[in-house]
């Protein structure tokens, strides 16, 4: 499939791990030109170093998602000098715990860095996606958008808002073109779940093998996903073969959610 993506910017959240890894790596292959942010310098380098390159115009941008000020400023800026096709916000979850266990400041924090970064993002690019009359955002949240996860009581909260964000955006954004949705990874083979399986392991007592095995069990494809599918997932939302989907959640998760 012909995915006509060749050409276009996107700029990818996290984007030196995990899920936003794998996004950057598969547009390059797409013939996109990727801008990768985060906050530490080596590691962007070196992941745009391992990207595909076809006479491609790749970027670093170094940005803290703990400092959503310093982050717009760093991300206006470089808008105003190159247009962004598509957005990815993508950034690692809240820490795990019970929602009535969580202080406030740990809810602030996470509101920070996933809304209120996103919303610096969107403004950033908007305007220029407004003038070519077409554009995509896609966030990378989570399946607890549907069906809350136990132990991850912020991540929960905060997802939820990040998806009625994007709904509202969707809604308003259609008239210029542009494309809001979301993508609900389920248990990525990531660096995050990798941590998950090691706390449950420490507080269960269980091997990280039994607990791993555990929780494959409970997904009816009897697997992790590996975040290359999520990115195949991504590429789709971003081609214009998804140009009349828009405000929509779209779990990747092995048909673990027992939700519709």
Request: proline content about 4%; some cysteine; aromatic content about 4%.
């Amino acid at each position: 499939m012909d995915l006509d993506l060749s050409g276009k910017r996107i700029l990818v959240g996290g984007s030196t791990a995990g899920i936003g890894k794998a996004i950057a790596h598969a547009f390059a292959k797409e013939g996109v030109n990727v801008t990768l942010i985060a906050r530490d310098q080596s590691k962007l380098e070196s992941t745009k170093n391992e990207l595909h390159n076809d006479n491609q115009d790749h970027h670093i941008l170094v940005a803290d998602f703990c400092h959503p000020e310093s982050l717009r400023d760093i991300v206006i800026d470089y808008c105003a000098k190159n247009t962004v096709d598509i957005l990815i916000n993508n950034t690692g979850g809240p820490s795990p715990g019970a929602a009535h266990e969580a202080l406030g400041k740990d809810y602030m924090t996470a509101f920070q860095q996933h809304l209120i970064c996103n919303q610096y993002l969107a403004q950033a690019v908007i305007p220029k996606m407004k003038d070519q009359n077409e554009g995509r955002i896609i966030n990378i949240i989570s399946t607890s958008v549907r069906q809350p996860i136990p132990n991850l009581g912020i991540s929960n909260t905060i997802r939820g808002a990040v998806a009625s964000w994007s709904k509202t955006l969707s809604k308003e954004l259609g008239p210029f073109g542009i494309t809001v949705n979301n993508i609900l990874p389920g248990a990525t083979m990531t660096g995050r779940l990798k941590g998950l399986i090691q706390n449950k392991s420490k507080a269960s007592g269980k091997s990280m093998d039994e607990v791993s095995d555990e929780m494959q069990a409970q997904i009816p494809a009897r697997r992790f996903a590996e975040p290359e599918e999520v990115a195949d997932a991504v590429l789709f939302l971003a081609s214009k073969k998804a140009a009349y989907i828009s405000g929509v959640n779209l779990p990747v998760d092995g048909g673990r959610l027992d939700c519709i």
